[in-house]
T-cell receptor
Framework: GQQLNQSPQSMFIQEGEDVSMNCTSS?????WLWYKQDPGEGPVLLIA?????ELTSNGRLTAQFGITRKDSFLNISASIPSDVGIYFC????????????FGTGTRLQVTL | NAGVTQTPKFQVLKTGQSMTLQCAQD?????MYWYRQDPGMGLRLIYY???????DKGEVPNGYNVSRLNKREFSLRLESAAPSQTSVYFC????????????FGPGTRLTVL
């Protein structure tokens, strides 16, 4: 089955640094979602994007729905230790209203 | 409001044993989903139920069955467990907005020996 291309696969950054990650696809998506998964927990929805070009923030997190509708970006500003986890993108394609396609995740490690 | 709950949290089975993973939601979701998560593989859809009374196969349905018991509950059954089914299983429910924002349970960690 199709999965979204998410990069980077992992990141090691220092506390206070900004983080950028992205998700790309060969298909057009109508909705982009970003999730965070803490160790031993289920994914938690961070940000939802509904139209091309949309830029949405949630605290230190900002996500954008790409203009081509084939990509999305997530930025985290001034990272803190609790940002550690795996970040997943997910998208909903036309004609697949009941299903999401997930990226393989970006693992973020924050050092003090 | 507990959201999406799953039982059990952990389970160890022997090859060939059967078991049912339970999922319940109190968020009035129409759609519910079962995923498995393996290292480096992300989330893969096993089965889903777009509405009460309907179920459909996802990406990796072999070896599993599901039941949408009512709007709140969606169970996943392993009839004859195999070591390849060792994984973390997540249940999710989707909101009624039409955009399919999914909300996940805490997961069941299953080991098949």
């Amino acid at each position: 089955g199709q999965q979204l291309n998410q990069s980077p696969q992992s990141m090691f950054i220092q506390e206070g640094e900004d983080v950028s990650m992205n998700c790309t696809s060969s298909s057009i998506f109508n909705t982009w979602l970003w999730y965070k998964q803490d160790p031993g927990e289920g994914p938690v929805l961070l940000i939802a994007l509904y139209k091309a070009g949309e830029l949405t923030s949630n605290g230190r997190l900002t996500a954008q729905f790409g203009i081509t509708r084939k990509d999305s970006f997530l930025n985290i500003s001034a990272s803190i230790p609790s940002d550690v986890g795996i970040y997943f993108c997910a998208g909903r394609r036309t004609g697949t209203a009941s299903k999401l396609t997930f990226g393989t995740g970006t693992r973020l490690q924050v050092t003090l | 409001n507990a959201g999406v709950t799953q039982t059990p949290k952990f389970q160890v089975l022997k090859t060939g044993q059967s078991m049912t993973l339970q999922c319940a939601q109190d968020m009035n979701h129409n759609s519910m989903y079962w995923y498995r998560q393996d290292p480096g593989m992300g989330l893969r859809l096993i089965y889903y139920s777009a509405s009460e009374g309907t179920t459909d196969k996802g990406e990796v349905p072999n070896g599993y069955n599901v039941s949408r018991l009512n709007k709140r509950e969606f169970s996943l059954r392993l009839e004859s467990a195999a070591p390849s089914q060792t994984s973390v299983y997540f249940c999710a429910g989707a909101g009624t907005s039409g955009y399919n924002e999914q909300f996940f349970g805490p997961g069941t960690r299953l080991t098949v020996l």
